[in-house]
T-cell receptor, first 115, second 111 residues
């Protein structure tokens, strides 16, 4: 499996501000995904980060609120824009298609609290 | 709509016994099946994947798949208190498709 890091690991933000979360992988990967996990809930896929093109968003998530960049095969960012307390959650990146396998591995997550 | 169903638990199992976790899925075309373990405050960790009908064993863990019944399970033998966690079942149709996660089953191993 790859080594996946996320920054920041946690943050406390004010309503109306934006936070950019970084995901770095130690090897090139085909697929990168961004998930949200609200307290006591399972994982919700936000979008698939596509290298060289716009991200593919799931129903209920839009680019204006969650802009995503994927400049290369080892790095991606997720921005949570114009935050409200409802955005308080853990945000996780995951990577897939390592060595041809269709499994996904998760980064350590970013715990976001919006006041 | 593709769905993955799990009993939320908690499932309480005595230490040393076999813990049995179950999962059903709605999409008959699903091809790949995964079990993730998530400790409180941590990110999910992949522990097993299975593609073919039957059993797949890895140490104390056995994944069982029955595509006809659209059913996948995880058995944990000789359960340890360190196995106490939430177990997420996940399913995908192919390697380029997104993974659909269940809501997870909380497992509690009683010392």
């Amino acid at each position: 499996s790859a080594v996946i890091s996320q920054k920041p690991s946690r943050d406390i933000c004010q309503r109306g501000t934006s936070l950019t979360i970084q995901c770095q992988v130690d090897s090139q990967v085909t697929m990168m995904f961004w998930y949200r996990q609200q307290p006591g809930q399972s994982l919700t896929l936000i979008a698939t980060a596509n290298q060289g093109s716009e991200a593919t968003y799931e129903s209920g998530f839009v680019i204006d609120k969650f802009p995503i960049s994927r400049p290369n095969l080892t790095f991606s960012t997720l921005t949570v824009s114009n935050m409200s307390p409802e955005d308080s959650s853990i945000y996780l990146c995951s990577v897939g298609n390592l060595a041809g396998a269709d499994t996904q591995y998760f980064g350590p997550g970013t715990r976001l609290t919006v006041l | 709509q593709k769905e993955v169903e799990q009993n939320s638990g908690p499932l309480s199992v005595p230490e040393g016994a076999i813990a049995s976790l179950n999962c059903t899925y709605s999409d008959r075309g699903s091809q790949s099946f995964f079990w993730y373990r998530q400790y409180s405050g941590k990110s999910p960790e992949l522990i097993m994947f299975i593609y073919s009908n039957g059993d797949k064993e890895d140490g104390r863990f056995t994944a069982q798949l029955n595509k006809a019944s659209q059913y996948v399970s995880l058995l944990i033998r000789d359960s340890q208190p360190s196995d106490s966690a939430t177990y997420l079942c996940a399913v995908t149709m192919n390697r380029d498709d997104k993974i659909i996660f269940g809501k997870g089953t909380r497992l509690h191993i009683l010392p």
